[in-house]
């Protein structure tokens, strides 16, 4: 082949060589969910929302300026106008007469008092502002433990999928010795039968396996937001061996008294209790009187005056100071039902507190159940996997002596195939429960 007959050659090789599969670590989920997820961009809107309320918030401290002018022309079409007096009375006629006129206003408002509202309303927007950074942190936790349990999920999946072609591999070794034994008469075809149609099942447990992968990695896209095929994206494989099964678990009281000081809800809930407090003191300021400083400059000019335009701007000119205090005597009962509403919505806020703080124990003992429920699971399913593994051993050389039938063959697959199902799984939920607990202890993700 000649050098153009090579590259041609090669091209073609790499036009249609399948994309290489990128391989994502959890680290590397974590830190891209935390800039493309949809919910966190969302959350981080609200907070600057609640950021530019503060600003404004702080702003009524001051007092407001505004200028204001106005230009008239006004058109009188049957003016009277008085020509001369006589003893029979005054002699009038009419004419159509134009004028034009303007004024010139600055003003400026300030409320020096109106019952600490404007402070307390000031507060209330910090502490919106908090509300919404730690909803933002809720919502950072929510995702961190959806993406470590997908990745953990299909890190223990891709193990089931080896060890269901373990046993693939073994099934059809033993039909294939069957098969041999049926032509030199020492089994039935009957049995051959069987062992096929296992051999089938086999390979089905084995689609089935890869499968599930593939609708738990579908499930880890979508929350990473992204678009990518889903045979072109796959995790990082992480040896986990068994003795991450054996670990250590903190006890609950310890990782509820860490979570009570670190996690966001806690803290959320407590931001309501002052939230509601001080939307309380607004609610009584509404009884107090209100006192309010107002100053205004203005001129004015008109086409009917003699005068030139800058010089009635200075004729014309008018300063006025004003103070304003307002008490209020009977606001039908509006102020009263206010008090009201933010007394209640305080107790409700109170509740909250302790429904979140119940929350969290209840999530925390779960965890720290199924973790340590799951860690004697292991070692049992341990020790249970030696002996089916050494009983289905002795039985596949009986069964080659003609010894055991197919049936009791099959039967010690099977649980073997069962227990080697039940370690797997006792192991993964052992490694997930323990790095969630840690998580709420305020320790970050690792495995």
């Known amino acids: 082949m000649n050098t153009l007959g090579r590259f041609l050659s090669l091209a073609a090789m790499l036009v249609c060589a399948p994309a290489m599969s990128e391989t994502w670590s959890l680290s590397k989920c974590l830190e891209y969910a935390m800039e ?70 600055l003003s400026a408002n300030w409320t020096i008092w109106n019952g600490g509202k404007r402070q307390n309303n000031i507060k209330l927007s910090e502490i919106n502002v908090e509300q919404a950074e730690l909803q933002s942190q809720v919502s950072v936790n929510n995702i961190q433990e959806q993406i470590v349990q997908l990745y953990v999920q299909i890190l223990y999946s891709k193990e089931s999928i080896e060890v269901n072609k373990q046993t693939l591999e073994v099934s059809m070794a033993q039909r294939d010795r069957a098969q041999q034994q049926v032509e030199i008469g ?3 075809r009957t049995d051959l039968a069987q062992l096929e149609a296992q051999v089938a099942n086999d390979q089905y447990n084995v689609v089935n396996a890869q499968a599930q992968v593939d609708r738990y990695k579908m499930q880890l896209k979508q929350l990473l ?43 959320n809930s407590k931001l ?38 800058g010089e009635q701007l200075k004729t014309n000119w008018n ?46 003992e779960g965890l720290w159940l199924t973790g340590t429920t799951a860690q004697q699971q292991f070692i049992a399913s ?14 596949s050389e009986q069964f080659d002596l003609g010894l055991k039938n197919i049936v009791e063959l099959m039967d010690g697959k099977v649980k073997l195939l069962s227990a080697l199902q039940n370690k797997l799984q006792s192991k993964f939920t052992v490694i997930l429960n323990e790095q969630l607990l840690r998580f709420y202890q305020g320790n970050d993700i690792t495995l």
């Not at 008085?82 to 159509?96: K, N």
């Not at 009570?260 to 803290?267: A, F, G, H, T, V």
């Open 36 to 105: 493309h997820n949809i919910d966190l961009q969302k959350s981080k809107i609200t907070m600057q929302e609640q950021e530019s309320s503060l600003a404004s918030s702080r702003a009524q401290l001051f007092p407001s300026l505004s200028f204001s002018t106005s230009q008239n022309l006004t058109n009188r079409p049957w003016a009277e106008q008085v020509m001369m007096t006589t003893d029979a009375g005054l002699v009038t006629s009419t004419s159509s007469s134009t004028t034009y006129n303007g004024n010139y206003n």
């Open 186 to 188: 020492h089994l039935s």
């Open 225 to 267: 937001e992204l678009t990518t095929p889903t045979e072109d994206f796959d995790i990082a494989t992480i040896e986990v061996d068994d003795d991450r099964a054996l670990v250590l678990f903190p006890t609950i009281d310890e990782v509820y008294t860490s979570a009570l000081d670190s996690r966001p809800e806690i803290k």
């Open 272 to 309: 309501g209790i002052q939230s509601a407090e001080t939307n309380l003191k607004i609610a009584r300021s509404g009884a107090m009187p209100t006192a309010s400083l107002s100053a205004r400059v203005g001129t004015s000019n008109s086409d009917t005056s003699d005068k030139g335009f």
């Open 319 to 364: 300063n006025s100071l004003g103070l304003t205090i307002n008490v209020p005597i009977y606001s039908q009962r509006q102020t009263k039902t206010q008090v009201e509403k933010a007394r209640l919505s305080k107790q409700t806020s109170e509740l909250n507190l302790i429904n979140q703080e119940n929350d969290l124990y209840n999530t925390i």
């Open 382 to 395: 341990k020790a249970n996997v030696e002996s089916s593994q050494t009983s289905f051993d002795l039985l």
